[in-house]
């Protein structure tokens, strides 16, 4: 997933935040009637795109999150509520940054509109710590016994897993030892879910091929050998640039990583395309004597914030065919009353031409599905191109 200096980061683990996540189950229970998880046809929901759609709902944009769900479920396969931390082998919990208010509504939301249930899981523990318990057979059956309870617990239609300490932290020194765990503890886990009907999907970053070499993209996650045992896999096809002003998801990275995991994989049913609706704000360089205290980093935008920014600094964002992306510069005045400087910003970002764009690649690549990073970045721009049929 995406983190930036506007965006609360998932944090490291923390104390269990117990009332929350046992009074979200408390209303899960009370607004059910068993298997109420399973989708369901009403023929007054909105209609459902040309291609199956998936939607991440991180805790932090949930303000804006809650309407454009309430309005979209209809059209949703599955959605991933996104602020639920594996934090042990045995422990699970609400991220202690997410707020009561608007948790339980989202639940709501989706039972009302039939739509899948697949809470993501975070790894935020340190790093190589989650490396260490599914290295451990006894550690990594608790650790599934452990999500397999969980899911039982909100009966919900399925679990993502994202666990990206292996790929950002722990180092690629350690992949090829974590490499065969990584696909022992993903065969443990869909096998338990199975038992109780339920489905996994893992969000992973891309890989370019089905290597093992500094070309190959993030092989810890062994597409190919997990194939078997997952629903789905989402393909993280973003963030591209991190630490330097580029595009977020350029054309030509997205196709590669398609092509990539069906390579590794030989099987376009298992694969999900997720599809970025934001973007970022670099600083690029400074003029005269900046206060240092004063300067803004790495900040972000969604799609749905963009044009406030666009706004505010007069500027005019041009389209790039090449990355299927905007992008647009300005100046930022930055003082601290004594010193004055202007720092360049520049930003790149996705909007609802560029969602089009790689909708039309997983089609073409006829993938099962895309999924939409996420809920509450996404304006009616956004949403006229996953559902083009439907007037914003």
């Not at 805790?59 to 454009?68: G, K, N, Q, R």
């Not at 039972?111 to 249930?117: I, P």
């Not at 016994?145 to 300490?165: N, P």
């Not at 062994?222 to 789905?232: E, F, L, N, T």
């Amino acid at each position: 997933m995406t983190s930036t200096d506007e965006i609360p980061v998932v944090g490291p683990a923390a104390k269990q935040h117990r009332g929350v996540l046992f009074g979200l189950i408390s209303v899960l229970i009370a607004v059910s009637a068993g298997g109420f998880w399973l989708t369901r046809e009403d023929p007054s929901s909105p209609p459902k795109p040309d291609i199956p759609l998936d939607a991440w709902a991180p805790y932090w944009a949930l303000d804006d999150a809650l309407p454009e769900f309430e309005q979209r479920a209809g059209s949703l396969r599955d959605v991933s509520p996104f602020w639920f931390n594996a934090t042990g082998a045995n422990s699970i919990e609400i991220d202690t940054n997410a707020l009561d208010e608007g948790l339980d509504e989202f639940f709501e939301i989706a039972v009302e509109a039939g739509v899948n249930v697949v809470p993501s899981i975070i790894d935020a523990m340190p790093a190589g710590a989650m490396a260490a318990i599914i290295a451990d057979p006894v550690s990594r059956t608790q650790h599934v016994d452990t999500i397999r309870s969980f899911a039982a617990d909100l009966d919900v239609a399925g679990i993502d897993i994202d666990y990206e300490q292996f790929a950002f932290a722990d180092g690629r020194d350690t992949w090829a030892t974590t490499r065969p765990n990584w696909v022992a503890f993903i065969a443990e886990l869909g096998a338990a879910l199975r038992i109780d009907n339920r489905t996994l999907t893992v969000s992973i970053p891309p890989v370019y091929d089905a290597g093992q070499t500094a070309d190959s993209g993030y092989w810890v996650y062994d597409y190919g050998a997990i194939a078997p045992h997952v629903d789905r896999i989402r393909i993280m096809a973003y963030d591209f640039s991190v630490s330097k002003a580029g595009p977020i998801a350029p054309l030509n990275f997205v196709e590669r990583s398609i092509i990539g995991a069906i390579d590794a994989t030989g099987d376009p049913e298992k694969l999900v395309l997720g599809l970025p609706a934001y973007g970022r704000n670099w600083p690029y360089g400074e003029t005269e004597s900046c206060p240092a205290s004063e300067l803004q980093g790495r900040t972000s935008v969604t799609a749905r914030s963009v044009d406030a920014l666009l706004e505010l600094r007069g500027a005019v964002p041009v389209f790039v065919p090449e990355t299927g992306e905007y992008t647009f510069d300005y100046d930022l005045e930055v003082t601290d009353g004594i010193l004055t400087c202007t720092q360049g910003r520049r930003v790149h970002f996705v909007d609802g031409d560029g969602v089009r764009l790689r909708m039309d690649l997983a089609r073409q690549y006829r993938l099962n599905g895309v999924s939409l990073w996420a809920l509450g970045f996404g304006d009616d721009d956004v949403w006229a191109e996953i559902l083009p049929t439907v007037t914003p």
